[in-house]
């Protein structure tokens, strides 16, 4: 018994720690809803990108915007047209600073982190999207 | 001890044949953003640092980049121009005559198209500059969601602007298919740049 509970927690160990990281997709998405600039003019606040937005490379590393409002909209970095989408790979793990008028601050902030490399980097990151997410994926 | 390794090795081991087989999603073919689907770039009508109309329809056929900018910019813009010319070196003779810089200042009031044509030639004498009235400037900035604002300096009459840093990625149609953020290096520009010259 004692063996089988040892061998079956080295193996989620390795697994999380040396599994290469699935994706489905590498994009995260944010949409602009439809009636978003309606709800505005009424007076509603109406936040739809955060301040700041945290991506991995190797497992989120592009940011989709998406306009299905009814006019065009400053999203970011990019003004958007309604019904298009604006998709913005990053390449390298930094801080980037976009000037948004979306956001009160005039600034929106995408933060890319490098890819957990296997090991014990792979393990804590899919150790903290167990506990945040419920997922180890 | 050497068993408990052999053993932790195995089931690491095992863990590893035991996943899935993953493939990434295939990458953007370009480094730039892009707009899907693109768009007609919006059109405008500047005066020319080459003393003719400067108009995006005079371009079509070629690849334009548009960059929005002032002449006193102390690192983004001469930044910018020098990657865009880097690039235009890169790419070689032929494939760079297909591809036109325009740069449009942000600061009307100190930049005339004398001083935006030696600023220009600096960096690449192929790059195209324009002005015009204030109002017109700002109308064309509104169509393309660029931002520029004058930065007063305490205790001097200089001023700075702020502004938005991206490069507009026009294409032969004359749709704006990307917009390069600032900070990618010449090498992303000649690799977005064979691109669109290859789409055609």
Redesign the interface.
């Given at each position: 018994m004692k063996f089988w509970l040892?061998?079956v927690l080295?193996?989620?160990?390795?697994?999380m720690?040396?599994?290469?990281?699935?994706?489905?997709?590498?994009e995260e998405l944010f949409e602009i809803p439809h009636g978003t600039y309606a709800r505005r003019m009424a007076g509603n606040q109406v936040e739809i990108l955060p301040a700041t937005i945290r991506l991995t490379l190797?497992v989120r590393n592009?940011?989709l915007l998406r306009n299905l409002d009814e006019v065009?909209q400053?999203f970011g970095?990019?003004?958007?047209?309604p019904?298009?989408?604006?998709?913005?790979?990053f390449?390298l793990a930094s801080i980037?600073s976009?000037?948004c008028?979306a956001h009160a601050s005039g600034e929106m902030q995408v933060i890319v982190d490098p890819e957990p490399a296997a090991g014990w980097d792979r393990f804590q990151w899919r150790w903290e999207r167990l506990r945040k997410k419920g997922s180890a994926f | 001890m050497a068993a408990v390794l052999r053993f932790l090795v195995a089931a690491t081991l095992l863990a590893l044949s035991m996943a899935p087989a993953f493939s990434a999603p295939p990458a953007s073919a370009l480094k730039a953003g892009v707009f899907e689907p693109a768009q007609p770039a919006p059109d405008f009508s500047l005066q020319g640092t080459d003393g003719k109309e400067l108009k995006l329809a005079r371009f079509k056929g070629k690849l334009t980049l548009l960059v929005f900018g002032f002449t006193h910019c102390p690192e983004v813009c001469p930044t910018t121009l020098a990657r865009l010319a880097q690039a235009r070196k890169e790419l070689g003779s032929a494939a760079a005559e297909a591809v036109q810089v325009v740069y449009v200042t942000v600061d009307p009031e100190r930049d005339d198209l004398d001083r935006i044509r030696k600023y220009l030639g600096a960096f690449d004498k192929s790059f195209l500059g324009g002005t015009a009235k204030p109002e017109v400037l700002a109308a064309l900035r509104k169509n393309y969601g660029v931002f520029a604002k004058k930065v007063e300096a305490p205790g001097s009459d200089n001023y700075g602007m702020s502004h938005s840093t991206s490069v507009f990625m026009i294409d032969r149609q004359g749709k704006l298919r990307a917009l390069m953020p600032f900070g990618h290096e010449p090498a992303d520009f000649v690799h977005d740049l064979k691109l669109m010259l290859a789409a055609g």
């Open positions: 040892a061998f080295a193996f989620a160990f390795g697994w720690a040396f599994a290469p990281i699935a994706t489905g997709s590498s190797g592009v940011l065009p400053v970095p990019a003004l958007i047209m019904g298009q989408s604006f998709r913005l790979p390449e980037y976009f000037a008028t | -």
